[in-house]
């Protein structure tokens, strides 16, 4: 062990730095400050697990650590670094570990979920998403409850499982509706109905009912200017929808929007989101007007250019 004694405070600066870099990530993307972050956890976390401290202490510097560790493989999966991401989650199951956090280490496992729809390990993220609502047994809150059973719809939803996609949306509405004021730990508290509207926009583009993906993803916008990598990926769901609709117009419209709000933002799921919506506009919709007219605007915003340049 180390000669520097830890205490409270050491914990709540680490929990006050990740919050500030969690910021950052939701505002500008993982590719902002992930660096900056992972040189924190090397040069002033990792140094300060060594030191000395009480057994409670301890368990609140390893929950602290954790979190931080899912944010620096968050914002690496963001960036498009999936096995630094993996490898990251890993670290911070452990640290869940420590602390004794079951409930901790499901946020963990919801967040690797996440991650593993976006790569097309549609079945792998359904048992993650699953095992994330079970582990933590009668711990569970119900917001976590909710957010674990959203990242089940989605894989769901991604493997044609309308049924089963429907029951775990519903029992994520459930159980998001029983949700008080102080009933849930800090790290969950970004997901309410706004970000379980989004997940019904998410799934239900996914399961081609367009029209349900419009009229459930439209409230699942922010527009705080803090939420800016939310809100555009359920913009550009909401320009996929409408594409699937046959409303070019209305998509090509909806997806400008969508490609301003991706103009601060450093993100590979986002170019990646710009590239779906790219393989959704037909033929006949190139050759009409409308896209030429969205084609002028869009070559102006970086993202646009982003995916028109990359192989």
């Known amino acids: 062990m180390g000669s520097r004694s ?12 990740t919050d500030a870099f969690d910021m950052l990530d939701g505002k500008f993307g993982g590719g902002h400050a992930r660096r900056a972050l992972i040189q924190y956890l090397h ?14 202490v ?22 498009g670094l999936h096995g630094v991401a993996q490898r990251y989650f890993i670290q911070a199951l452990r640290m869940a570990q420590a602390a004794g956090d079951r409930l901790l280490g499901g946020s963990v496992l919801s967040a690797m979920s996440h ?14 998403a699953r095992a994330a609502f079970t ?13 674990y ?15 089963g996609c429907d029951l775990a949306l519903a029992e994520a509405e459930r159980q998001l509706s029983k949700r008080t004021e102080g009933s849930d730990p800090a ?28 009229e459930r993803g439209a409230s699942g916008i922010f527009g705080d200017g803090l939420n800016n990598r939310s809100d555009f990926f359920v913009t550009m769901v909401q320009a996929d929808a409408y594409i699937s609709q046959g409303e070019a117009g209305r998509a090509f419209e909806i997806a400008l929007d969508g490609l301003r709000l991706g103009e601060g933002l450093r993100s590979a799921r986002c170019v990646q989101y710009v590239r779906e919506f790219q393989g959704r506009v037909t033929s006949g919709m190139r050759r009409s007007s409308e896209f030429h007219e969205f084609s002028e605007q869009a070559r102006e915003l970086r993202i646009w250019e982003a995916v028109n340049t990359q192989p």
């Not at 582990?135 to 957010?147: D, F």
């Open 187 to 214: 790290y969950i508290s970004y997901f309410d109905e706004v970000e379980l509207a989004a997940e019904f926009g998410h799934c239900f583009r996914d399961l081609e009912r367009s029209v349900q993906a419009t």
């Open 115 to 128: 991650q593993a729809t976006f790569v097309g390990r549609y079945r792998e993220a359904a048992t993650l």
């Open 58 to 79: 301890g368990k609140r510097a390893y929950a602290a650590v954790a979190e931080a560790l899912r944010l620096a493989a968050w914002m690496s999966y963001d960036s």
């Open 43 to 56: 040069t002033d976390v990792r140094p300060m697990l060594d030191g000395t401290y009480s057994a409670d």
């Open 135 to 147: 582990g933590p047994s009668g711990s569970l809150t119900p917001t976590t409850a909710a957010q």
């Open 6 to 17: 830890i205490g409270a405070v050491d914990v709540d600066m680490v929990r006050s730095t």
């Open 149 to 163: 059973r959203a990242m089940e719809a989605r894989a769901l939803a991604r493997l044609g499982d309308a049924r």
